[in-house]
């Protein structure tokens, strides 16, 4: 199928503006051939839930061209950031209808950006896995290889960017869900520093501060330029952060020096890693080294086992909490078929915990974080594979129908306790954590992670390594993203589904 505007497929965001400030191409240009590639190739991944294809021509109209992102079109993923008069479904089928009445302080930034709204992006049912595949919105599917996940929770933008269906897509991360899908998708993926970006004004910290949002990219000074669009305090914030010394886009193009960067394979959850991942990591560290680096194997000392069950507690009560928002949001009390019966369960389980387990899991939860700042006066950087595993295949870490059956029985009897002492989801759990040893850490630290996509294994599919700087040091790891770009740039791979 022949698109319009070839070139648009090759170009980053930045170049996209350029280009459109130059008046080689209009807004409106741009924004039709973003329109052409959902139409084309998103029914093979199902990354963009809702098209936007009326308010994107309104936008395009409208962009602002000596803005930095003029008609750059973007997707805003279906969670979390509201776009006004557009619904946002958080993944569930009782809010599909929901309408929000204004932006959000973060999408207000990516419109004064210059930014074109093309759609909204799949998500899990309230962003809770590390896979995209919920009952309301259906899988989205990785372009790689499309029988496979594209991660979670931000799999949708992750699955567009790679499609070259837009080439910057919204995301969030609570336990690794922008740098997840940066890592299955083979694309660029930063958690910034937690208060960097604003969440105003319908939230304080989202997930008790696990959850930070930003954006996936194909190139690294996107992904810088559009921080620095969005960073910065809104009013209220329940937190403050470091300033940053000079623009992120400049960063990108700086050396980083000789920096003192440790090296681990050994996961903080879960037991095992797989070896396509470490091999990754270890062609990972030999570049680093020859790129003038010390490089050497340490990482935190933390119990894996406390920090895990501390982690679910909060995730638990957090799940609860947004059922009952919910039920706010619908003016009614919520339902078991409100929401998946997994989600309903843990939001039993969360439930069923006390306020003294909540506060014993944040303090466990912020030891680590003390265990990490320790770590980070000793090395610059910390370099980790980003996942345990390759993309697995769709499916592959939902309930079976045994136990969804008894998830649904206790759910509907309200057995959160039984839940809670139960094993009926500890099993999940451990496969969940086993996808993602590594990220969720620097979500309860707070500190700035990104994943870079550095290596292709056998089947041809991307394997991310994770890159951890001090909390507040986003500068650093742009720095070395930028080295690492220039080295090896990663652009240029493009999915075989492209033609589709």
């Known amino acids: 199928m022949s698109l319009p505007f070839p070139e648009y497929d090759t170009l980053d965001g930045l170049a996209l503006a350029d280009l459109v400030r130059r008046g080689e191409v209009s807004a409106t240009e741009v924004t039709e051939a973003a329109l052409a590639r959902v139409a084309a190739r998103n029914p ?26 003029a008609g750059v079109p973007m997707l805003i993923k279906d969670l979390q950031a509201t776009i006004a008069g557009v619904p946002t479904s958080h993944g569930t089928r009782a809010l599909q209808q929901v309408i929000p009445p204004h932006d959000s302080e973060l999408v207000a930034r990516y419109r004064r950006a210059g930014a074109v709204f093309v759609g909204k992006s799949n998500t899990p049912e309230f962003g809770l896995t590390p896979f995209t595949e ?9 372009p790689w290889d499309t029988t496979r996940t594209p991660g979670g929770s931000s799999g949708g933008s992750g699955a567009a960017v790679a499609a070259r269906i837009v080439p910057i897509g919204h995301g969030g991360d609570g336990g690794g869900s922008l740098r997840i899908p940066a890592s299955c998708n083979g694309v660029f993926g930063l958690k910034p520093t937690r208060g ?14 696990f959850a930070q949002e930003h954006v ?4 690294v000074r996107d992904s810088a330029a559009m921080l620095d669009v969005t960073a910065g305090e809104d009013a209220g914030p329940p937190v403050a952060c470091p300033a940053q010394a000079r623009p992120y886009l400049e960063e990108v193009t700086r050396e980083p020096g000789a920096l003192r960067i440790a090296i681990s394979s050994t996961p903080f959850f879960g037991s095992t890693v797989h070896a396509d991942c470490v091999d990754a990591l270890n062609d990972t560290a030999a570049l680093l080294a020859s790129l003038g680096h010390h490089v050497e194997r340490a990482e935190p000392v933390v119990d894996g086992q406390r920090l895990a069950r501390a982690f679910l507690t909060v995730v638990a009560a957090e799940c609860r909490a947004d059922i009952e928002w919910m039920g706010r949001q619908l003016r009614r009390a919520p339902r078991s078929d409100d929401v998946e019966v997994a989600t309903w369960a843990l939001g039993l389980v969360g439930a069923a915990y006390k306020a003294s ?7 466990d939860l912020q030891l680590a974080g003390r265990s990490c700042g320790a770590f980070f006066t000793k090395y610059d950087v910390l370099v980790t594979p980003t996942l345990g595993t390759p993309p697995f295949a769709i499916g592959a870490l939902q309930p079976t129908l045994s136990e969804r059956l008894a998830l649904s029985l206790l759910g509907r009897l309200g057995l959160g306790g039984v839940l809670k002492a139960g094993g009926l989801l500890d099993q999940t759990a451990r496969e969940v954590f086993g996808f993602i040893p590594f990220t969720p850490l620097f979500n309860v630290t707070g500190q700035p992670a990104m994943s870079v996509p550095l290596h292709w294994n056998a089947a041809g599919l991307p394997i991310g ?3 951890v700087a001090r909390f507040g040091d986003e500068a650093t790891l742009f720095r070395v993203a930028g080295q690492l770009e220039r080295a090896r740039p990663w652009a240029q791979r493009i999915p075989p589904m492209r033609t589709v």
């Open 44 to 69: 093979a991944i199902n990354a963009v839930v809702r098209p936007l294809d009326t308010l994107a021509r309104e936008m395009a109209r409208r962009a602002p061209v000596d803005a930095p992102f």
């Open 134 to 142: 919920s009952e309301a919105l259906g899988p989205a599917r990785n």
């Open 196 to 209: 960097r970006v604003p969440t105003g004004p319908d939230l304080g910290d989202a997930w008790r501060g």
């Open 216 to 219: 996936l990219t194909r190139s």
């Open 357 to 363: 387990d909540y506060a014993t899991a944040v303090r």
């Open 465 to 467: 390594t994770q890159f």
